[in-house]
């Protein structure tokens, strides 16, 4: 975990906004109609669309945000989906209990 890394993308209110979205999937997205579950997250697509910005803006911050250890990605043919890494969110809030 880089404390610095996630720090940053922390100070983006869209990404802080994308990890509260996906803390409960099923209440602020469509269901899949592939999938019918939220197990492996929400498609790239159903996150822009929520986001209002363009596909390749969201993707940039979710590739981030995977790198950082915050998110896990699944590839289901030629879509991607991502989830909260709530081990990942567990040791940041963890670290800043215990160090600051």
């Not at 997205?29 to 986001?51: M, R, S, T, W």
């Not at 209002?52 to 896990?72: C, D, E, N, P, R």
Request: net charge positive; proline share 3%; with cysteine.
């Amino acid at each position: 975990m880089d404390i610095i890394d996630i720090n940053k993308i922390l100070s983006n209110e869209l990404r802080v906004n994308i990890l509260n979205w996906l803390k409960e999937p099923a209440s602020n997205f469509p269901p899949h109609k592939e999938l019918k579950h939220f197990n492996d997250g929400v498609c790239v697509q159903y996150i822009g669309d929520k986001a209002g910005v363009s596909q390749s803006t969201v993707s940039h911050y979710l590739s981030w945000m995977q790198k950082a250890g915050l998110l896990i990605a699944t590839r289901h043919g030629k879509w991607t989906y991502y989830k909260r890494n709530e081990e990942t969110i567990r040791n940041y809030v963890t670290y800043l209990n215990e160090h600051l």
